[in-house]
């Protein structure tokens, strides 16, 4: 069976630039694009009315097991699709929270 190729509609660069162009292609192979697009973007949200929640998110100082243990359990709750959960354990392990809010707005 041959992989799917998809390639994202703008490149974009830097390091939000570079997780929405896999977070695009991923959501895409999987044909959830709209789904992970609301998902993400319902973080986001989350993020803007909760002050701890959006302090969590930029705290480095949390440690990784902490970050995707968290994510897990919201992603759970949240009943994200495994493409979202996915992609945000890769971010959260890699620290990288901090910059969702910027790969939602590029990923949009």
């Known amino acids: 069976m041959k992989e799917q190729r998809v390639k994202v509609p703008l490149t974009m660069f830097g390091v939000s630039g570079n997780y929405a162009s896999a977070l695009y292609i991923s959501a895409v192979k999987a044909n959830l694009l709209d789904e992970v697009e609301s998902e993400l973007l319902s973080l986001v949200k989350a ?6 929640f959006s302090q969590f998110m930029k705290d480095l100082s949390v440690t990784a097991d902490t970050r995707v243990k968290a994510i897990n359990d919201i992603c759970a709750q949240a009943k994200f699709s495994e493409i979202t959960k ?18 939602a707005q590029r990923f949009s």
């Open 86 to 103: 996915n992609f945000l354990l890769v971010v959260a392990e890699s620290g990288r929270l901090g910059h969702i809010d910027r790969i």
């Open 47 to 52: 993020s803007k009315r909760s002050s701890t």
